[in-house]
């Protein structure tokens, strides 16, 4: 879908996706979200236009406050990588313990493969996932399953969202991050920007690439080489 089809839904809001396709037809757009189903209590992610981010389907959504919403039906994203930090393997003391499910915009994801870069209005969404048995079978806290000798995901433990905006986070690379609760659903409807020592200072110090850890997504962010004839 092109740029000038989605700008052309600037005042409607948030439109389904599958009437912005109708109306790039040049068919009136229907702009009311339709309920979900008894089947279906999730709505699909629902394109929606703001000219701060004019490369992104599904852009933050900001507070009067300036708290960052939660970012609605996140899962049906992107996801580009689980890096794991367990508390097995770090003296008990893993500041992350979990899984790290990360996510990104459709819009995102396909701007980086095509340009290398993360247009303004990115964002990562980091869901935590715990290792299903903490203690495990050996002192590393790993165990067994069919499969072989690994750790493997239990609950959902919290959400953790950066967002690239040049205006609002200058001061902090162009980045700001924000926290959810590191707990179990429900999440935080709306959380404000971390401070630099909480979130931000980690990553001007470490991250591979503008404030990404990319080297931890690059199997997935790059394209797969087609199979030979």
């Given at each position: 879908m092109s740029r000038v089809?989605?700008?052309?839904?600037?005042?409607?809001?948030?439109?389904?996706?599958?009437?912005?396709?109708s109306a790039c037809g040049n068919k009136v757009p229907d702009t009311s979200v339709a309920r979900p189903t008894a089947a279906?209590?999730?709505p699909a992610l629902a394109v929606r236009w703001d000219p701060a981010y004019p490369?992104?389907?599904?852009?933050?959504?900001?507070?009067?406050d300036g708290k960052l919403i939660q970012p609605k039906n996140f899962r049906e994203m992107v996801f580009i990588g689980a890096p794991l930090t367990p508390h097995g393997l770090n003296d008990g003391k893993a500041n992350f313990p979990e899984f790290h499910n990360v996510y990104i915009q459709p819009a995102a994801f396909k701007a980086y493969r095509a340009t290398g870069k993360w247009p303004e209005g990115t964002m990562m969404i980091k869901e935590l996932q715990l290792v299903d048995d903490p203690k495990g079978e050996f002192p590393d806290g790993s165990r067994y399953l069919p499969s072989g000798r690994g750790y493997f995901p239990g609950p959902v433990n919290g959400l953790d969202v950066?967002?690239?905006?040049?205006?609002?986070?200058a001061a902090t690379n162009n980045w700001g991050y924000f926290n959810f609760n590191h707990s179990a659903p429900p999440y935080l409807a709306a959380?404000?920007?971390?401070?630099?020592?909480e979130c931000a200072g980690c990553h001007i110090a470490n991250a591979d690439e503008d404030m990404v850890y990319v080297k931890?997504?690059?199997p997935i962010l790059d394209p797969l080489p087609l199979p030979s004839k």
């Open positions: 089809c989605l700008g052309s839904f600037g005042s409607f809001g948030i439109v389904p996706l599958a009437f912005i396709i279906d209590k999730s490369e992104i389907d599904l852009p933050p959504v900001w507070d009067p950066s967002v690239k905006d040049s205006k609002r986070f959380a404000a920007a971390k401070s630099v020592e931890l997504y690059k």
